[in-house]
Nanobody, 124 residues
Framework: QVQLVESGGGLVQAGGSLRLSCAAS????????MGWFRQAPGKEREFVAA????????YNADSVKGRFTISREKAKNTVYLQMNSLKPVDTGVYYC?????????????????WGQGTQVTVSS
């Protein structure tokens, strides 16, 4: 199993930036892909970005393209989400997720392990 812990959330003004981190522990000696999802109040959890084991494949939701960047540092078992030009609609709880296997996928149903989430609030 993989345990995931997110950090880096907070309150920021529109146009600002935040960097989220997700540290993985447990069985990390095999390939696993990572993803970021978010959930706004009253809405379903939605895909934000995903990265393959090798980092060769990256997917981004259309709503964040050009503003958010996902990356990973294997030596630290950590994945990051750099968020720039933040908008109030980006507000929500951000979750990191992991799945064993090398492929990055965009559906939350393909991920087996989830962090507890970190709150991101963007004020106008």
């Amino acid at each position: 199993q993989v345990q995931l812990v997110e950090s880096g959330g907070g309150l920021v003004q529109a146009g600002g930036s935040l960097r989220l981190s997700c540290a993985a522990s447990g069985r990390t000696d095999t390939s696993y892909a990572m993803g970021w999802f978010r959930q706004a109040p009253g809405k379903e959890r939605e895909f934000v970005a995903a990265i393959s084991w090798s980092a060769a494949t990256i997917y981004n939701a259309d709503s964040v393209k050009g503003r958010f960047t996902i990356s990973r540092e294997k030596a630290k078992n950590t994945v990051y989400l750099q968020m720039n030009s933040l908008k109030p609609v980006d507000t929500g709880v951000y979750y990191c997720a992991a799945r064993y296997g090398s492929s990055a996928l965009a559906s939350r149903y393909d991920y087996d392990y989830w962090g507890q989430g970190t709150q991101v609030t963007v004020s106008s």
